[in-house]
């Protein structure tokens, strides 16, 4: 079974500039969860998706953040003008449906860096 | 707020050296208590899911235990390859499925 793939592994953008993360989830798991991690900090929780849906999106910190997960499947994160602050490492996580309390499973994330 | 304390940051442990690393917490209403592994460069790697006070598991040199106020991960004669950074994370009733993450523990075994 393949697990959550992430693209890209590293992107380096301007302050200003526009970048966008991509998730495919494990095949079938409805959940999909974004996390990120900035440094010297822990993992952050983003937002949590239930197939097309955004269950929860207390953790986005602005709104020069969007996600969206296109027919329930794989997930895009969009950060728009990108800020200096936004740089850390993303991750994606997925879980199977009814099982949110348990074994959601993350991949390899996307280290942004903004310069 | 969930809280989630990790201890000690860093620890340092000569193969076959068993120990144990802590996870302090404080949430309303505990749904579940996470540890996981991560290694450099990767994703974290799921390892248990605790429920409630006085659950265990186990998983090769690894236990888990947890108690109403901490949990702990405990290593027993660790090999090289266990090392890593370990993860606990706590979800609660008012926090929906987000897990809140402690720092984590980097953990060295040398040969």
């Known amino acids: 079974e393949a697990g959550v793939t992430q693209f890209p592994s590293h992107s380096v953008i301007e302050k200003g500039q526009t970048v966008t993360l991509r998730c495919d989830p494990i095949s079938g798991h409805d959940n999909l969860y974004w996390y990120r991690r900035v440094m010297g900090k822990e993992i952050k929780f983003l937002l949590h998706f239930v197939k097309e849906s955004k269950q929860d999106e207390s953790g986005m910190p602005n709104n020069r953040f969007l996600a969206e997960r296109t027919g329930g499947t794989y997930s895009t994160l969009k950060v728009q003008p990108a800020e200096l602050e936004d740089s850390g490492v993303y991750f994606c996580a997925s879980s199977h449906a009814g099982r949110g309390y348990t074994e959601a499973f993350f991949g390899q994330g996307t280290r942004l860096t903004v310069v | 707020e969930d809280q989630v304390t990790q201890s000690p940051e860093a620890l340092r442990l000569q193969e076959g050296e068993s120990s144990s690393l802590n996870c302090s917490y404080t949430?309303?209403?505990?749904?579940?208590l996470f540890w996981y592994r991560q290694d450099p460069g990767k994703g974290p790697e799921f390892l248990f899911t605790l429920y409630s006070a006085g659950e265990e598991k186990e998983k090769e040199r690894l236990k888990a235990t947890l108690t109403k106020k901490e949990s702990f991960l405990h290593i027993t004669a660790p090999k090289p390859e266990d090392s890593a950074t370990y993860l606990c994370a706590v979800q609660g009733s008012n926090s929906g499925y987000a897990l809140n993450f402690g720092k984590g523990t980097s953990l060295l075994v040398t040969p």
């Open positions: 949430v309303s209403g505990l749904r579940g």
